[in-house]
């Protein structure tokens, strides 16, 4: 299983900034995907994760009304829009998968390599 994840950078504080990560290299018929990030000096935690075969999104608390999860099954490709950012949400994320699983229970065994978004003025 492959994740390649693109987007990320330096934006102001309110700004927006879309993640999306491309899945290949499994073939099943449903899986949990998401997004985990790790701060400088900070336990890595899970942002958002959605379930392949019905759609259900999850958030952590912090990013709830600000982040948004969504995934196109026909290309395998999940992405993150995160607006209104903070200074807090400065962190690596990683995409991340979980094969014939759910969110709730998923071990995400397949990580991708992270990507830095920094928010900052």
């Known amino acids: 299983v492959q994740l390649q994840a693109s987007g990320g950078g330096l934006v102001q504080p309110g700004g927006s900034l879309s993640l999306s990560c491309a899945a290949s290299?499994?073939?099943?018929?449903?899986?949990?995907i998401g997004w985990f990030r790790q701060a400088p000096g900070k336990q890595r935690e899970g942002v958002a994760c959605?379930?392949?075969?019905?759609?259900?999104?999850y958030y952590v608390d912090s990013v709830k009304g600000r982040f948004t999860i969504s995934l196109d099954k026909t290309i395998d490709t999940v992405t993150l829009q995160m607006n209104n950012l903070r200074p807090e949400d400065t962190a690596v994320y990683y995409c991340v998968t979980s094969p014939r699983s759910w969110c709730g229970v998923a071990k995400f065994e397949y990580w991708g390599r992270g990507t830095l978004v920094t928010v900052s003025s």
């Open positions: 959605i379930n392949s075969d019905n759609g259900l999104p």
């Open positions: 290299g499994f073939t099943v018929d449903r899986y949990a």
